[in-house]
């Protein structure tokens, strides 16, 4: 669907610009990100979505598997395994993984009657989605962890799944919080404390939150201008070129340049949704999986834009999720543009 690149494309740009803006190593990093996800997108779409959709329940669980051999084996970062070591460049199974969920799950959901969507069928996938979700979460990402969650009751409840399953679910879920909340590890626990009460902390966990607001405020209406962001260049924002790209991003183009991005992430949201109902009352399996394939790569943006953006203006708490095309990260430009390819017109 060219239509997507489109909106990417301005993504792209500003992604660039930003990037060169905090360092130039970022900035020839991050287009050698985009040139190999561009590569990657055409070659994708020359192979075709049939041929990975006839294969999309073996490349799943090969994936699943390479996560976990970067549970195990995968280099360390600030605490958390999340990448393999491949010598030129370091790989995010996680990342890919999102999107082979996506397609594995779509493909289930399309490929049997609507009397086979029984209880049977609702606790497979559920326990599907639990496997990866929760190597992530011990990896630790709670962000990722949660985007798996997401993705699967998104998808479940616009399918023809009985609600019910997703209402008990979700009481269950309530009633296991509290021991979820103990095995969350300590800066799980403080991000979301810090969130409430970000005045008790102010030189800890909520640190990062506090520059992030300052420093998004500090662009003003059209910005300082690219490399002139004080606060993301002399690095008084932690990972500004990661999770919070997006107030590096406004504190250089200001509230203009944040509203074009805004604007262009949810404009590919729209194209995908728009897609999605194209294909919302068609009963043969090949639209129906292209109905469900749709919706759960705009599921992906819709809730990394919404997190992303909510923690860099702190109206939520810090997740460590990315924003899409913005945030500097080769795994997570890739993964997207393979799943741009793989939406059919």
């Known amino acids: 669907m060219y239509s997507l690149l489109i909106p990417a494309s301005i993504l792209w740009i500003f992604s660039i610009m930003n990037q060169f ?3 130039s ?3 020839f990093t991050q287009i050698g990100y985009t040139v190999a996800g561009i590569l990657i997108f055409f070659l994708v779409k020359h192979i075709g979505r049939k041929v990975v959709v006839s294969n999309i329940q073996t490349i799943f669980w090969v994936f ?3 996560l976990i051999v970067t549970f195990l084996v995968g280099i360390e970062v600030k605490g958390s395994r999340r990448w393999l070591d491949l010598g030129v460049v370091n790989f995010q199974p996680s990342e890919f993984l999102k999107i082979w969920y996506v397609a594995y799950v779509s493909y289930a959901l399309a490929s049997v009657r609507k009397v086979e969507y029984n209880a049977v069928f609702y606790l497979t996938h559920l326990i599907t989605m639990a496997l990866p979700a ?3 979460l011990f990896q630790p990402d709670l962000g990722n962890a949660l985007v798996f969650v997401a993705i699967f009751f998104i998808m479940i409840a616009c399918s023809d799944i009985p609600k019910k399953y997703i209402i008990r679910t979700i009481l269950a879920g309530l009633l296991l919080a509290p021991i979820i909340w103990i095995f969350l590890h300590d800066y799980q626990r403080n991000r979301v404390l810090s969130f409430i009460q970000p005045q008790q902390d102010l030189q800890g966990t909520a640190y990062n939150m506090i520059q992030a607001v300052i420093t998004t405020g500090s662009g003003g209406f059209f910005g300082k201008g ?3 962001g004080t606060q993301s260049r002399l690095a008084f924002l932690p990972e500004n070129h990661t999770d919070f790209a997006f107030s590096s991003l406004v504190e250089q183009f200001g509230f203009v340049g944040g509203f074009v991005v805004i604007t262009a992430e949810f404009a590919l949201i729209a194209l995908l949704l728009q897609r999605a109902y194209r294909f919302l009352h068609s009963s043969d399996t090949d639209s129906q999986y292209k109905y469900y ?3 759960g790569i705009a599921a ?6 919404v997190v992303n953006i909510g923690m ?3 109206i939520l708490p810090i997740a460590g999720i990315a924003l899409p095309f913005i945030t500097a990260g080769g795994s997570m430009f890739v993964a997207v543009c393979i799943g741009f390819a793989l939406v059919k017109s």
């Open 21 to 23: 803006g905090i360092s």
């Open 134 to 136: 929760g190597i992530v």
């Open 312 to 314: 860099n203006l702190g």
């Open 293 to 295: 394939y749709a919706l």
């Open 64 to 66: 699943f598997a390479l």
């Open 226 to 228: 690219l490399g002139m």
């Open 300 to 305: 992906i943006l819709i809730i990394q834009v």
């Open 25 to 27: 190593r970022l900035g």
